[in-house]
Structure formats: C-alpha cells, structure tokens
C-alpha cells in the first residue's frame, strides 16, 4: 500500500505562489500514474494535473500555464508548483496515485487508488 502525505498548504494573497510536495511511501515505484485534485466547500473533487512514469505531464485548463507538476522519483517525491494564484484555486489540494494512467479520463479522481489526506490552500483577494 502506498502512503502519500502532502505539505506546502498556506493562506496567500491573490498573485502569489505555493509549492506543494507530496511524499510517497510503501509500494510506489508500482505506481505509474500520480496526480493533484482539488476540492472547494459545496463542491466535487477536480483533476488539476497529471504526471506519468515518462514525466509526460496533463493540466485542467484552469490551471494551464500557472501550476506546474513535477516529481523526483529518486526521493519518491510530487509537486505542484502554483504560480498567479487566484481565488478560485481555493481548496484542499490531495495528491494521488494509480497503477496506471488513463488516457480516455486522464484527471478522473476513480482511476485513482491511494489518497493523501490533503492541505489547505487559501487565496485571497
């Protein structure tokens, strides 16, 4: 099983930025596919960025040109870095893994097996 646990949540002015880690532990060099979702109050959770095992990475268009996901595999490592916050970037931002990437829903949260269990991030105006 593998175990994620994020960091880097913080409260922001809108324009700035934050970096999200998230560490991996347990089986996840089995992992092939690792993502970050978000979740606001009221409502579902959304896919913001995808990177796969080549480091071939897929953003939600919200996000594009803003965020940016990256991992270091050698220390079992994601990130998000999130660059011109808004507030609407509002949510508890989770980390994930599959065994695989899904091409035909490629920031669909059901594809995904292991959870963190999230870190706030606050944008204000």
């Known amino acids: 099983q593998v175990q994620l646990v994020e960091s880097g949540g913080d409260s922001v002015q809108a324009g700035g930025s934050l970096r999200l880690s998230c560490a991996a532990s347990g089986y996840s060099a089995s992992r092939r596919c690792w993502g970050w979702f978000r979740q606001a109050p009221g409502k579902e959770r959304e896919g913001v960025a995808r990177?796969?095992?080549?480091?071939?990475?897929l953003y939600a268009d919200s996000v594009k040109g803003r965020f940016t996901i990256s991992q270091d595999k050698a220390k079992s490592n994601l990130y998000l870095q999130m660059n011109s916050l808004k507030p609407e970037d509002t949510a508890m931002y989770y980390c994930a893994s599959s065994y695989y990437c899904v091409s035909s829903a490629p920031l669909s949260a059901r594809y995904f097996q292991s959870w963190g269990q999230g870190t706030q991030v606050t944008v204000s105006s």
């Open positions: 990177i796969d095992s080549a480091d071939h990475t």
